[in-house]
């Protein structure tokens, strides 16, 4: 099969889901290219992935600082200058239509530009990657959902404006909602609101993409282990900062072994027993951990599933809210709200997740029902099966 991925020039976008799954095709012999912004091109050659650089895609940092571009592509001011007056909803509701609309609308023309005489079989997306489904429609090409951000699909209603927007202006027919031959769920079925389960959706158990290496002496064995991350995007965003500083100080004051991914932060002042360390191999490192303070973005959703460890959820913006909110319902998380995080708030949710088996038992139960999903190796099937049917 010859395969394209599209993913938005965000390492969170790429790492978790896409990489995985292009790695298992390019390993099994399939043509494979990822499409996303030239700014990528390192981090998708060093995961050993051939590359296929859109130079007119612009990577979401150079949006953030250049506000009057970001403007023109229908991104929120409040993406460079958030103003806690506007409520995260309006904001995600902006950011959501502008990836599905102008976003989508620059990715979409210089993918079908430069695969009208190389058309692949399949192109798989990512969620908030809507290019690569209008130029499938365009090229005529059936297109793959990698559910990398399954609550994004309450945003239906929200991006459809953006969605018959670009449809109408690449000659497509109109459109009630953007659809996909195929989703690829990567957690539980169990772990989908059941409004968000759909008849085309297959699960999977997916292998991590860990690239980077851990350089932490080893940690004694008389204390439990706190991971604690907010992804690679949230670190740049202003005000983001206080939660680390409340972060480090509430795990210096708990009798644990803290471990704090800064994300690209500067270095700072910790106690003995916090380990401040720019990034980690985040699921590798879980497997021996007690407890996950996270951001609850999808990526540290998987691996809290994965490896059995209970989150402490601040969620940020987009998803991650839903997210968190999914994994409490499931008695996975304990939810704080970062506008009023403190460190006595966040000493007390880390109690309640490492002295509470319960939340270990909920997380493990997630666990145990993701290790009875088929391998990649039957989602390479499935994709050969969506082929042939064309």
């Known amino acids: 099969m010859d395969l394209v991925f599209t993913a938005l020039p965000i390492p969170s976008h790429v790492l978790p ?10 390993r099994a012999g399939h043509r494979v290219r990822v499409a996303t912004s030239a700014s990528m091109t390192g981090l998708i050659e060093r995961e050993g992935l051939e590359p296929l650089p859109l130079t007119s895609v612009v990577s979401l940092e150079t949006l953030r600082t250049d506000p009057e571009l970001g403007e023109r592509l229908g991104l ?48 798989l997306r990512e969620s908030n990657e809507f290019g690569g489904s209008y130029a499938a429609r365009v090229l005529g090409v059936p297109q793959v959902l990698l559910d990398t951000a399954p609550m994004s699909a309450v945003d239906g209603p929200v991006i459809l404006p953006s969605a018959r927007e670009q449809h109408s202006r690449l000659g497509l027919p109109p459109v009630d909602r953007v659809t996909s031959d195929l989703r690829v769920g990567v957690v539980p079925e169990a772990w989908y609101p059941s409004e968000l389960r759909e008849p085309s959706a297959r699960y999977y158990r997916l292998p991590p993409s860990e690239s980077a290496s851990l350089d932490l002496a080893e940690l004694s064995p008389d204390r439990p282990v706190v991971l604690a991350s907010l992804g690679t995007l949230a670190p740049s965003l202003p005000g ?17 072994h803290g471990v704090v991914a800064l994300g690209g932060l500067s270095q700072r002042s910790a106690p003995d027993n916090v380990h401040l360390v720019s990034s980690v191999p985040q699921r590798a490192l879980l497997t021996a951990c007690d407890a996950f303070v996270s951001h609850s973005g999808f990526g540290a959703v998987q691996d809290s599933i994965a490896t059995g460890v209970p989150m402490v959820a601040i969620p940020l913006f987009t998803d991650q809210h839903p997210n968190a909110s999914r994994m409490a319902e499931l008695g996975a998380a304990v939810v704080l709200d970062p506008e009023t995080l403190s460190v006595d708030a966040l000493i ?17 139960a997630l666990t145990r029902a993701g290790l009875a999903l088929p391998g990649v190796d039957v989602l390479l099937d499935d994709l050969a099966a969506l082929v042939d049917r064309r």
């Open 348 to 364: 007390s949710a880390c109690r309640k997740v490492l002295d509470d088996p319960a939340h270990s038992r909920a997380t493990r």
């Open 240 to 256: 983001v900062e206080r939660l680390f500083d409340v972060i480090v100080e509430a795990l210096g004051e708990l009798p644990v």
């Open 17 to 26: 889901v896409v990489v995985p799954v292009a790695r298992a095709a390019a």
């Open 76 to 123: 929120p001011k409040e993406l460079t200058a958030p103003d806690r007056h506007t409520p995260a909803e309006v904001v995600t509701a902006a950011i959501a239509r502008a990836f599905a609309g102008p976003i989508a609308g620059v990715f979409a023309d210089e993918l079908i530009s430069l695969l009208d005489r190389d058309r692949p079989d399949l192109i």
